[in-house]
Structures are given as C-alpha cells and as structure tokens.
C-alpha cells in the first residue's frame, strides 16, 4: 500500500556514513511547531545564555565544527576528561538538568531539534548555575558520526518517539543501523541507556539490543531493568503513566 505521509517523502533523509553509503535513513524526528515560552524565548536571544547553547540554538541545527563534545568542557571546573554524558532528545530538559544537577562531577551533553525545548533548558540551566552542561541544536545522528571514536561514557535516550505505525517505524532510533552510528562514539564499557513507555517499541528495543554484537544488557538477555534510582522521571514518562501505561528501561554496557 502506498503510504501519503509527508513523512515517507522525507527530503532531509540522510545517507548513513558507514561501510554500506548507498543506504538511506530518514529522520528520527519531526521537528513540531510548538508556542515558544518567554523563558525558553529569552534564553535563545541573550548572550548570557551563550555558554550553553553550543550553536545558539535557533536555526538549522548545523552541526558544523562540533567534533569534539569533550573540548566544549576545557574552561569549565570539570576539565574535558570528566565522565561525559550525552543525552539525545531531552525534550523540555527538567529531567536533563536534574541529572545535571546531581551529578555535577560529570559533564552533561544534551541534544534536540526542538527550539523551545533548547530554550527553556538553557534557561533552567542557568537559573542552577550549572558549569557542566552544554546543549546543541541538531540531529544526534548526525553528531554522532562526526565524533571520535570511544568518545562518551554514556549516552541515554528516553522516551524516544514511538512512531506507532508500521510504516514508519524505520524512524525508530533504536535500529541496528543507527545503534552501530551510537556505540561507535560510545567508550569500551560505556552505557547506552534507554527507556519507553510504548510496549511494542520496549520489546523491538530488547531484541534488537540483545543482538546487536558488542553489547550486554545489565539484566540479562530478553529483561528490563527496573527504573534506576538516577534516572528521574521525565514529562513524556509522567504522560504515558497517566495514561495507563507500562515503563521498560534498558542498559547495555559496550563490550
Ligand atoms: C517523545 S520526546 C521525549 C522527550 C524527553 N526525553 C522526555 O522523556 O520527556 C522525544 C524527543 O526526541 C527528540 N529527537 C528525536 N530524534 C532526535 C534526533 N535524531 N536528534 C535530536 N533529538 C531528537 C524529539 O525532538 C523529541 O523532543
């Protein structure tokens, strides 16, 4: 059956830079157009907020000259050799910056494609004062392949976009094309951390997980770990539990 989503048609489908260039992915998000807060608004257009926005956080996400997620820390009081933590797709940030907050020994790397989420984190992260937290406006994959290898100590995705329909779920970031793009940034026994609350997309995560070479899950094939205590409670997580539904997290250390 021929699909009419704009979504199929996507013409900012990327090539995935690995050893197969003809293959195509398509994004893993739609970028929403959603009301701007004042906050969110006021942090996007003071320099003050600058130390955090890596590339200012308007515009088109161009990820150009960002190679190094360690460097952005070398004038901070953690130093670049922190432990790193990058974290894709945090949404409106107040789980991301409660992270940040407790665990201000390690550096925090947050990425998204939506403005008044970027906005409203820097603003949140400037409101604690925070020194070990960057933010940059993009796409993770994208990022991802410009990295170094064995870059990052951990790298948690949670609740990513479900995309429920079968035909697109090639936009699931948890795939086996995309995963070689994450673990090849991630460090020799550095986590990928992951959660939802959508059951088909929890158990399509596991399998593909449990089979991707070069990783273990903490829990052991085919099992979820229990929410651990460092992971606060996000806003799309509050969402789906007061609708009813279940949460599976997923820890796979990189052999
Ligand atoms: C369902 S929301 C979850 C937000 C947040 N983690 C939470 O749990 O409340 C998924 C977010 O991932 C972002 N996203 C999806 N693919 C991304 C990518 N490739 N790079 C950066 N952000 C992405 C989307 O813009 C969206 O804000």
């Not at 290898?149 to 995705?157: A, S, T, V, Y």
């Not at 951390?193 to 997309?201: G, I, K, L, V």
């Not at 806003?235 to 052999?255: A, M, N, S």
């Amino acid at each position: 059956m021929s699909s009419h989503s704009p979504l199929d048609n996507d013409p900012t489908a990327q090539d995935v830079n690995d050893d197969a260039p003809y293959k195509r992915i398509v994004n893993t998000f739609m970028k929403r157009r959603t009301h701007m807060n004042k906050k969110a608004e006021h942090a996007l257009n003071h320099p003050e907020f600058a130390r955090y926005l890596v590339n200012n956080g308007t515009g088109d996400g161009d990820l150009s000259g960002i190679t190094d997620l360690r460097a952005l820390f070398a004038d901070t009081p953690n130093g670049s050799d922190a432990p790193l933590t990058l974290e894709i797709g945090f949404g409106l940030g107040d789980s991301f910056i409660e992270m940040a907050q407790a665990e201000p020994a390690r550096n925090f790397v947050g990425i998204e494609v939506h403005e008044p989420g970027i906005g409203k984190c820097a603003y949140m992260a400037d409101q604690h004062g925070l020194t070990n937290v960057k933010i940059i406006n993009g796409d993770a994959i994208k990022l991802l392949q410009q990295l170094p290898e064995n870059h990052i100590d951990r790298i948690q995705l949670y609740f990513p976009d479900p995309w429920q329909k079968k035909r697109h779920h090639k936009r699931r970031f948890v795939s086996p094309e995309r995963m070689k793009i994450v673990t090849r940034a991630l460090k020799s026994g550095g986590w990928f951390h992951t959660a939802t609350d959508w059951e088909h997309y929890a158990f399509w995560m596991v399998e593909v997980l449990d089979d991707f070479e070069g990783l273990s899950n903490h829990a052991g094939r085919g099992n979820f770990t229990p929410r651990p205590d460092f992971r606060p409670m996000t806003k799309f997580e509050k969402r789906g539990i007061e609708r009813g539904h279940g949460v599976w997290d997923l820890i796979y250390t990189k052999d």
